[in-house]
């Protein structure tokens, strides 16, 4: 009854001008598939049920996760009109994606797109009382054509890869509208206070000109600006010009927004708006004339439970507080037109925009047409936030074939359209990755990923080659239109660290990307229990807790080696939130933090220490050296700063800085410090405190591990099987064991292959080490096999991996720092795993590593008994590092001796009868 008298009582207040009458809430869906359900016939169809307006068709009718095709949409409403002369106008902020309407069974028209708004005036469709508004909807798949349209034509960004979305998943609403009405207003400003203001108008009268009058209100409510006057009108707008005086300038630090109301007869029209710049220069970003360094991340901008929707503004907010706690001071909102609340809180918190085109998937004439139609739509509906400051046309060349001169035409052309009507933004043609690259572009920007700490020293030269604008970063076609002074940017990089689970897990859970269940959550907990990952982590959540640290200290690393580059101006971590099974997000998919978030947000600041070594591993008779950076982007004059070092919480030195300039990265300190003696392997927490006339102005810190320097007595008899490339291995350890030149079964037996020979030994009983490296081969029948991690993304650079052993036993209780390999094993991880061991065998894996959400789990080292023998195979890079890195050398000497020890008694038996 309070539904039906509210309804009423919305209907009858409809005439009046400039009202907006809501008709979100319940709906009739009726699935019409395969388009084979006539309109006349709808009425009577029995399929009908009810809906919430705005929703994704997908999550909010059951059995229809999946479905693309048509559907009608159905809603009755009673309306009295009482007023000629009123103009009343539906309005639908975004439906996907082809939308037809009828109003009492009569066709009114159609818009195509799915991310922006559009409207109909129904005045002369509309009567008095009870009205029909049905809208007919198709998304299109991509099996076949439907009117003409299939889904790889059309923007659509990346739902493929998650959750489709379809039907009216924005407001829906009616206002009353004078004869002539403004449709919007866009005012451009300079931050010399200068603007222009175009008003645009729907009217069915040819004009010439019209009156207006314009008022402009500061943030307090104070009228800054009032003119009225008459202006021409051509193509149903005009454009007016004023100035403010002492404007205040919008910033991330202080988003000062103005108000401005234009009225044109009965009609009003109101928006926000902020002064601010955003440019380039000579390579450098600047914001309002300041150097600005962009520290950013990817915005999916879908939510766990209602995916391309966002829940609430409330839940906007939260996110967007919470990306300024990590020191971020841009999002990019990443192939998906975010909803207009979005941006205002954007514009309202103070965090700039990185806007994309949703992309399609094949190039030809009809994405032309749509690309643009849309983007224009994008800027007609948003050109009034200061938050947006960049716009990308294409990402990753998902949708365009670069090596094709046609098309690479089409994306210049395009890019200096957008350049000429986007005024005040930045334009990226094409956001580029492996094995493209731009054309012409206000951004030189580019995506890497690599596993950490594994392959750290490969990110290191990644970004170092980056930051020299090597040729590939543009086409080599002749058709280049790079300057050499675009701003460098490493625009996607990143690392997983899985979430914390709700008890009641969400639907996508089971839901598979690519059709490939090697990316899906489900089945998780299970594979932990198959793989006996309980040995190690107490439950999944203490495994996720793992993986986040790991996620954590890859971000910091990453993001100190980017930042050590003069010439990069700015990344974009991949990403702001997990995304259904992408789980490399700052935040989970609940946008809850990860682990270290506060020790992230140190290194996401205008000035950030970095603390840079040549080694993380050092023995107690050695000294420890540390470059310590300051890059610095803020406006504080940091001249004769002070710098203090503690380790653990002891000030241990002090350094009064020299003259630090502006929008640079300099060497500020060498500090050396030598080791106390240890009996143990020790972690050593330095920690950099920068500080102008008292006030903390920048803080980061670096973990250092300490070995004793080991000496062996007592040596133990090795016998190195001869390979090239255990030579270097067998040089090392010679000053510490002794080599024996034919195998004993007393001592310990090193091979790095499996064949016969080494069979025939385990057979009587040897003790045998097989180092896993680019010559062990694979043979018949064994309980294993060997690859590289060069398949199945075991390289862990997309679809990160985490590197874990068993530390509650040797060899690995005596050395590791924890459950998961960090910077102490960078040199020791393995390039190669052990693979296709039965599950039940898996509790002799003493070390492993898995992808993504606990896929293809592979060992990096194994026992087991083999006949009389035992066999211990270690893919741990032995060979290089042994008696160089601490680590190292201490693993292998700890795995010679356990070989050896009681303790090693596996239980899984390779029979070699």
């Not at 009616?174 to 603007?195: C, K, L, Q």
């Not at 359209?417 to 986007?422: G, R």
């Amino acid at each position: 009854m309070k539904k039906l008298f509210a309804l009423f009582m919305l209907l009858y207040a409809l005439p009046i001008l400039g009202q907006k009458i809501s008709l979100d809430g319940d709906w009739e869906f009726l699935k019409n598939q395969n388009n084979t359900i006539a309109l006349e016939d709808a009425d009577s169809h029995t399929g009908w049920q009810s809906i919430e307006v705005p929703s994704n068709w997908h999550l909010a009718i059951d059995n229809l996760m999946d479905y693309q095709g048509y559907a009608y949409y159905k809603k009755k409403i009673n309306i009295n009109k009482q007023e000629e002369d009123k103009r009343i106008i539906l309005h639908f902020d975004a439906v996907d994606y082809l939308s037809k309407l009828y109003i009492n069974k009569k066709y009114i028209g159609e818009h195509e797109g799915g991310f922006t708004p559009f409207y109909f005036d129904i005045t002369k469709y509309i009567k008095n009382g009870e009205n029909e508004i049905l809208l007919s909807i198709l998304d299109p798949g991509d099996s076949t054509s439907a009117e003409g349209i299939y889904y790889r034509n059309i923007p659509h960004g990346k739902q493929s890869w998650y959750t489709q979305n379809s039907g009216i998943w924005q407001s829906v609403y009616i206002t009353t509208e004078p004869a002539i009405f403004i449709r919007n207003a866009h005012i451009t400003p300079s931050v010399s206070g200068d603007f222009s203001f175009k008003t645009n108008l729907d009217t069915k009268e040819k004009l010439t000109g019209t009156s207006y009058s314009l008022v402009i209100k500061n943030k307090l409510g104070e009228v800054v600006f009032d003119k009225s006057g008459t202006a021409a009108v051509k193509n149903n707008s005009f454009t007016i010009t004023g100035s403010l005086k002492n404007i205040i300038l919008w910033d991330v630090d202080n988003p000062y927004l103005y108000s401005f109301e234009v009225k044109v007869g009965k009609s009003i029209f109101s928006d926000k708006f902020g002064f601010r710049e955003f440019k380039t220069e000579d390579g450098l970003l600047y914001l309002n004339g300041k150097p600005f360094y962009m520290i950013a991340a990817l915005d999916q901008n879908f939510y766990s439970d209602t995916q391309y929707l966002s829940p609430s503004e409330e839940a906007i907010r939260d996110e967007m507080l919470k990306a300024k706690q990590l020191g971020l001071n841009l999002l990019r909102c990443h192939i998906k037109v975010p909803e207009k609340r979005y941006l205002e809180l954007a514009d309202e918190l103070g965090l700039l925009v990185w806007y994309e085109l949703p992309n399609w998937s094949q190039f030809n004439d009809d994405t032309k047409l749509r690309g643009r139609y849309t983007l224009e739509q994008m800027l007609d509906r948003d050109w009034n936030h200061p938050s947006i400051v960049i716009l990308t046309i294409i990402n990753e060349s998902w949708g365009i074939d670069l090596s094709k001169a046609d098309q690479r035409k089409w994306l210049g052309d395009e890019y200096d359209y957008i350049k000429s009507i986007a005024k005040g933004r930045l334009v990226v043609d094409n956001s580029a990755c492996w094995n493209n690259f731009h054309i012409k572009t206000d951004l030189n920007d580019y995506h890497q990923y690599y596993s950490i700490p594994e392959n750290a020293d490969a990110f290191k030269e990644f970004v170092e080659s980056m930051a020299k604008r090597p040729d590939w970063l543009f086409s080599k076609h002749g058709d280049s239109g790079e300057t050499g002074k675009e701003p460098i940017l490493l625009s996607e990089f990143g690392n997983w660290g899985l979430p914390l689970l709700p008890e009641k897990l969400p639907f996508w859970f089971d839901r598979r990307f690519d059709d490939n269940d090697n990316y899906t959550p489900a089945g998780v907990y299970e594979r932990l229990k198959d793989f006996k990952y309980d040995r190690i982590f107490k439950d999944y959540s203490a495994l996720a807790l793992e993986s986040q640290k790991v996620e954590f200290n890859a971000l910091k690393y990453e993001i100190e080696q980017i930042r050590l580059q003069n010439s990069i101006q700015g990344y974009v971590i991949t990403e702001f939130t997990d995304i259904n099974w992408e789980s490399n997000g700052l935040l989970d998919m609940w946008r809850n933090f990860k682990y270290g978030h506060k020790e992230l947000a140190d290194v996401q600041q205008a000035d950030i220490i970095i603390p840079e070594v040549a080694k993380y591993n050092y023995y107690d008779n050695e000294a420890i050296n540390i470059d310590l950076y300051l890059s610095h982007y803020s406006n504080t004059d940091l001249n004769n700063s002070e710098l203090s070092i503690y380790l653990d919480v002891k000030e241990i030195k002090k350094y009064t800085l020299g003259n630090i300039n502006i929008a640079s990265v300099e060497k500020v300190v060498t500090f050396t410090s030598p080791i106390e003696k240890t009996n143990t392997n020790k972690e050593l927490q330095f920690q950099f405190i920068l500080r102008n006339d008292g006030k903390e102005i920048a803080k980061n810190f670096i973990r250092l591990f300490v070995y004793p320097e080991e000496v062996i007595n007592d040596k133990q008899m090795l016998f190195i099987e001869k390979s090239v490339s255990l030579e270097k291995l067998k040089e090392n350890l010679i000053k510490k064991y002794s080599l024996i030149s034919e195998p004993q079964k007393d001592a310990v037996f090193i091979t790095n292959n499996i064949d016969q020979n080494v069979i025939n030994y385990l057979k009587k009983g040897y003790n045998v080490i097989c180092i896993v490296d680019s010559n062990s081969k694979n043979i018949e029948r064994t309980p294993f096999k060997i690859s590289g991690r060069d398949v199945d993304n075991l390289d862990g650079n997309w679809q990160s991996n985490m590197n874990w052993v068993l530390d509650s036993q040797p060899p690995f209780s005596e050395i590791n720092f924890g459950k998961s390999l960090g910077f102490e094993a960078k040199k020791a991880v393995p390039n190669y795993v052990i693979r296709e061991i039965a599950n039940e065998n898996y509790n002799d894996v003493l070390s492993g590593m898995y992808i993504g959400w606990v896929h293809f789990t592979s060992a990096f080292m194994v026992q087991m008994n083999a006949s009389e023998g035992k066999l211990i195979l270690s893919a741990f890079k032995h060979n290089d590092n042994y008696g160089k890195d601490p680590y190292t050398t201490q693993l292998t000497d700890e795995l010679i001796k356990y070989i050896k020890s009681d303790m090693c008694n596996p239980k899984f038996n390779w029979n070699l009868n």
